[in-house]
Each structure stands twice: as structure tokens, then as C-alpha cells.
DNA sequence: GTAATATTCTACTCAACAGTAAGTTCTGGC
DNA sequence: GCCAGAACTTACTGTTGAGTAGAATATTAC
């Protein structure tokens, strides 16, 4: 849903917001295209091995250029964070405001928001460091993120309250779907054998399986707590 | 190999190598202690936000001496991606001589992946970019990361023929499993509420749960990890 | 048309930092 | 007690890249 604009050209070749006619365009449009190319950028080099220039390149323009846009690099990130970021939020908050068990309800955040990291913004999201932003946008990244965090762990705790979930630690269980999801990020490239939907589906299946209660019959609750066996691991001081 | 000497303080203070009478110490030993300083000097500021400066100083040495245990601040990452990454090789290692179902030794893969994750080696591991490793060495890298997914899938693929694990599709399973594992080093620090030992049982738990046939078969006993709790909550439609 | 404003450019500054040259000090071997 | 080489230092170089000043050009308003 996030670059749904009918025949928009810039979400493909974001130069595109400056070539033709020299006309007065958008301002918003041309901004959405160096946080485009940023983030695309970003995800291929990585933030410090991207330049300015670099970016500036891409989208046929000159440094300052992008600084006529956002007010630094640090920024830029930021936007680029925030961009990828917006359609998780909307899922969540689609939740919300839906009816159903709390499985069903996970289900969907689940695949948008698989589908969001696959996205060109899901390296910003994922794989840049809150250091690279400074102490002011990089603890706004952090409370945006654990906002989500949050919103995960409730989702398992109304299936948990349901019935419909069952996992033992619904903090444990977020973190493993977090981590399951934003590694997409890590291995996903558009245009390969799987789309972003394939991928999102499969990934739904996959945790949706092990949330599943593991026995429809109510009322007998295992006392188990499988234990691993073989602790031959040094502690680490 | 790593950190084996029994009562090393360098463990716990690299900088220990160079401090107290004896000159002469071992070069393997601080050897070792710059690249643990190195480790966890990246893991907290980033690659590209600390200098060799700051492990100098970290170590209470200068940066040309950095330079004589390294050859430059590419290989120091690759050596601490190296030394994070043996414990995971040795798990893998031992699971292809054990005996017992695909899910057994994958549970037993999963908890120590987990732990070594955990360590001061896991930002290494999981979050340095390929690219700020130069194309050799960031080949090997690859190589070495896509290897132990192969192993990965190769235990679950073998679940899935002897019938301990049920998912449709171990490639995607094998991303989600290492996904989940990874991102331990987005979140966990050591020294707060949970131990290495206790994040990966947990998640052996998570994801054991996961990976179980729906239902019990003919011939294969499973372990009793199921658990339903069921709350006196009534089912919505 | 012309003034006002928006946009983009050229041409810089300045600091950070990887990496090095060359010298100094320590230590074990003899 | 002297030497060879290991270990470490001080003091540099060169480059890269973020960020800026101010001029130039385009676009809109009138």
C-alpha cells in the first residue's frame, strides 16, 4: 500500500521527479525521491559507505541539492526510517480496531508487516544503527520501535487470553517473530523467484504453525517445560 | 581454542593482557584481546563509529600496535566475525555425528547458535555489513554464512523425512529459525534479567513448538513439549 | 515585462581517521 | 653485558566526505 499513486513514475526511477520538463514540481514528490533513493542506496552500500554524493548521483542532481530537501545525512536516515515504517503502523492499527481472535488478528500484522520490510525501505528499518542518528532521532527510533514491540506483545496476549495462543513467554515469542520477520531484510531481494506477498504468506504460515494451540480439546494443560539436556556451555562472565 | 585458559582475566578485560610486570606475554593472548576489544567496542558504537583510536585506547595501547596484530580494520572485523563464529561451526559439527531424529539435533543447534548470538561476537556475526569487509573477504564471509544455512536446512530437511518436524517449506523455515536466533543480537545484553543460557532455551522452546508434527504418529514417540493453556475465556466466532 | 521567490549549482572549508615511516624500548639468548 | 629482533611509540600523510556560502537560474505572481 505504500506506493499506491496510479501511474506514478518516481516509484520506480525516483529520477524520473526531475527530468522532463523543468517545470515546477511538487515539492513533496521530489523530496519522496531522495528518501526513495537514499533508502535504496543505503540498503545496497550501507549508510556510512553511501556519500551524499553518491546519492546525489543517482538521482542526476548535486549535493546541496539534497540538503535543499533535508537537513542532513543523519535526517535523511530518519526519514527513510519513518517512510518504511508507516505502513507497520497502519497494520497495527488496522488490528486494533478489527474484531476476531487474537491468532487471526497476529496473522494479519504478520504479513503486512512482512511485506513492509521486504520493501526498499526495510534496511532502515532493520539494519541501521540507532548510533548513526544522533541521541535525539535515534531514541525516537527507539520508541517507535518498542511502541511496535509493544503492540506485538499485546496481540499474543489477547490470543494467549483467547485461547487462540499458545506460547509460554509472550516477551520470548515477540522478540522470535520480530526477528523472524525483520530478518527478511537480511536475505529478501525483489525481483527474484519469490515476491514480497509469497514470502509474507509462507512466513504467516510458518509462525502462524507454531503459535497454534497444540490440541483443540480445552482443559489439560502439560506440565512441560522441555528442558535441554547437555549444558556444557561456558558461562560468559 | 578462543578463550580457554582457565582462569583468563582477559576474558572479562582484554586490556588485562598488557597490564601487571610481565612484558612478554604471549602474542596469540593479545592477539585475542584486541580482537575481543574490537568485538565489543563495534557492537556499541558500530563499525564506522569507532576508531582504531578508540580500541587502542580501550586497550591502553596506541593504534600502530593494533597494526601489528592486524593487518588492517577490515581483517580485525573479520577476525571477530571468525572467533563469534567457531562455536556455531562446532555445534554443527556435532550434530551431524549425533544420533537421534532431525529435530532433536536441531534443538540442539538451535540452543547453542543461540548462545553464541548472545556473546560479544553476535553483532559481528549478525550485523556487520558485507560490504565494509572488502570483496574477499566479504566472500568469505558469504560463504562461511551460507554453508551453516545449508547445514541448517539440511537438519531440517532430515526431520522432515524421519517425520520430528513438520513445515512446508525448510528454506523459508530455515530463514525464519535464523532470523529469530539473530536478532538476539539486536536486543539481548548480557548482565540484565536473562542469561545467554535462559534466551536460548527459551527459544529452543518457541521454536521446537513450532517445528512439531500437528499431530502425534504412529512410531515416532514425541517428547512432551505440548502445552495448552486454556483460560476460562469462550470462544469468539 | 519585472520583482519576488524557489530551486539548483560551483566551489569551497574543515575535521576525522585509516594507514605509515621511522625511531625507541624492552627482553630473551648467548 | 651485548646483540637481534620483538613490541611499541611519536608524529606524521593523504584522502574522503559532510556540510556551507554565495552565485546563478528557473518559476510564479503581478
Known amino acids: 500500500m505504500a506506493d499506491s499513486t496510479p501511474a506514478n513514475p518516481t516509484a520506480t526511477d525516483p529520477a524520473a521527479a526531475w527530468r522532463g520538463r523543468r517545470r515546477r ?5 521530489k523530496r519522496d ?3 526513495r533513493t537514499a533508502a535504496r542506496a543505503f540498503d545496497e552500500r550501507g549508510y556510512h559507505n553511501t ?3 553518491d546519492i546525489a548521483a543517482a538521482l542526476g ?8 530537501y533535508v537537513a542532513n545525512k543523519e535526517q535523511l536516515l530518519f ?6 515504517l508507516e505502513p507497520i503502523r497502519a497494520a497495527l492499527r488496522r488490528a486494533e480496531q478489527t474484531p476476531g481472535s487474537g491468532r487471526d488478528r497476529l496473522r494479519e500484522v504478520i504479513h503486512d508487516y512482512a511485506v513492509a520490510i521486504a520493501s526498499e525501505y526495510g534496511w532502515c ?3 541501521a544503527e540507532h548510533q548513526d542518528l544522533g541521541a535525539e532521532l535515534g531514541a525516537q527510533v527507539r520508541s517507535l520501535k518498542s511502541e511496535i514491540d509493544r503492540a506485538i506483545r499485546r496481540l499474543l496476549q489477547g490470543g494467549i487470553n483467547d485461547g487462540s495462543i499458545a506460547v509460554t513467554d509472550p ?10 520477520l525483520n530478518w527478511i531484510a537480511h536475505w529478501y531481494r525483489a525481483g527474484r523467484t519469490l515476491t514480497a506477498d509469497e514470502v509474507a504468506t509462507a512466513l504467516v504460515q510458518f509462525l502462524d504453525h507454531g503459535l497454534a494451540p497444540r490440541e483443540p480439546r480445552a482443559g489439560k494443560p502439560l506440565p512441560a517445560t522441555a528442558r535441554v539436556r547437555r549444558t556444557r556451555s561456558a558461562a560468559r562472565a
Open 25 to 29: 514540481q511538487d515539492h513533496g514528490t
Open 33 to 35: 525521491a531522495v528518501i
Open 51 to 53: 556519500s551524499l554524493d
Open 61 to 68: 542532481v548535486t549535493k546541496p541539492t539534497i540538503y535543499y
Open 79 to 84: 526519514e527513510c526510517f519513518l517512510a518504511g
Open 125 to 127: 528499518m532493520v539494519r
Open 171 to 180: 516477551k520470548l515469542a515477540a522478540f522470535a517473530i520480530a526477528g523472524a
